[in-house]
């Protein structure tokens, strides 16, 4: 004997009222757990940015608190050396090695501050640094370049870095692109970071080419316009050629 289903004012089943309760309640769980799963989500993605930005802060401090005891020990060190004329070999060896450290270090902290509080205020995408390195061919020299995010750590800044090298061939002015010099005339270095990064491109300078100048430009989607810098050519460890 079949048992007719219940009939509910407007013509549907209890069954289908219930089915229909059902996926609706089903649906607002499944909404509710996305938004506690994204939450959480981005919770860890601040908490990881809130730690790394505590590490550039303290790697900060202990660079300065290493710079005062250098310091301290320089001035005593060079106080030494003028009351003691016998030790003055061992003392000048010695203060040269701590004054080494010590620009090494400045250096170091220069670079953190200038991602965490720059002296100039200014937020955003900078070129840190350009440096030319030797290579280890004939003619070869690694370019390297340091990009820092001022301030503004809480995204990604990611775009494309173009470095132009300046100089004069067989007598003639002269410039080449890295794409140019990797035969590749379009193509520029990508960065994605969100302290900072150290891009490095190992290239072969033409034969006859001089160059006398860096010319260096970063483009991002969160810039309004390229950044754009220009370095003396200097091969570190090198004499600068004479053109």
Not at 91 to 97: A, C, K, P, R, Y
């Amino acid at each position: 004997m079949t048992i007719p289903s219940a009939r509910l004012p407007g013509g549907g089943s209890a069954t289908t009222w219930f089915a229909a309760i059902v996926a609706v309640v089903s649906v607002a769980l499944v909404g509710w757990f996305a938004y506690q799963q994204g939450q959480l989500s981005a919770g860890r993605d601040a908490g990881a940015d809130s730690r790394e930005r505590q590490l550039l802060l303290e790697k900060a401090s202990r660079l300065e608190a290493e710079n005062r005891r250098l310091n301290a020990k320089v001035a005593e060190l060079e106080m030494a050396r003028r009351l003691d004329r016998d030790a003055y070999g061992q003392i000048e060896s010695t203060l040269g090695d701590l004054q080494s450290q010590l620009a090494r270090q400045t250096d170091d902290l220069a670079f953190y501050r200038s991602i965490v509080s720059p002296a100039d205020g200014i937020q955003g995408l900078r070129i840190q640094r350009f440096e030319v390195l030797p290579g280890d061919q004939p003619r070869q020299v690694r370019l390297t370049l340091t990009l820092v995010q001022a301030m503004r750590h809480e995204s990604i800044v990611a775009g494309l870095a173009q470095i132009t090298l300046l100089g004069v061939k067989d007598d003639v002015p002269a410039r080449f692109s890295v794409g140019d010099l990797l035969g590749k005339p379009q193509a520029e270095l990508p960065f994605s970071f969100r302290y900072f990064q150290t891009i490095e491109q190992a290239v072969v300078l033409p034969e006859g080419f001089e160059p006398f100048e860096t010319e260096v430009r970063v483009r991002s989607s969160k810039l309004r316009a390229p950044v754009q810098q220009t370095f003396a050519w200097k091969v570190a460890g090198q004499p600068v050629a004479a053109l």
